[in-house]
């Protein structure tokens, strides 16, 4: 199966105390999380919980993570994480920015693989990613937030 079109959703997250060093800079394990929580919102959107997937068998494995830091994002700050997403296969890419203002702060990419409860590959069941990722086409981003996330 060829690759999906790229399906996009955005969230906002603040940066918490806690996951800031002693300078107020946002330490670098917080990002790994903020990803996470755009990639969930994004399947929540379309009305489908991570939780469900499991109890029907199918898991996503995070395979790769890469993530370059281009600018420090401190304490407080109000962050707009963009996530893109294609699939294809057994696996499903996230491109990310991670935007402060107008300031692009971090970009990152994931590449998760679809397992069945043993831990082997499977193909993605159709209808997992809605109605926007099985036509292919974009996505505007609309759906509930996730703990500190808010949509956009």
């Known amino acids: 199966m ?14 918490r105390y806690n996951e800031c060093d002693p300078m107020g800079v946002a330490h670098h394990s917080a990002y790994a999380v903020w990803l996470e929580i755009a990639r969930t919102d994004m399947l929540r959107r379309d009305g489908r919980a991570y939780r469900d997937l ?34 294809g296969g057994v696996k499903v890419e996230h491109d990310y920015q991670i935007h402060r203002d107008r300031l692009l702060v971090a970009e990152a990419r994931t590449t998760l693989a679809c397992v069945d409860r043993s831990g082997r590959p499977q193909r993605i069941p159709a209808g997992i990613f809605g109605a926007r990722a099985r036509r292919g ?9 996730t703990g500190e996330a808010r949509s956009r």
């Open 2 to 15: 060829p690759p999906s079109a790229p399906d996009k959703h955005a969230i906002e997250v603040r940066v």
């Open 54 to 87: 499991e109890n029907d068998g199918i898991f996503f494995v995070v395979a790769r993570l890469s993530l370059s830091y281009l600018l420090p994002a401190h304490y407080d700050d109000l962050l707009r994480v963009s996530t893109s997403m294609r699939t």
């Open 137 to 145: 086409g974009r996505a505007g981003g609309e759906g509930p937030g």
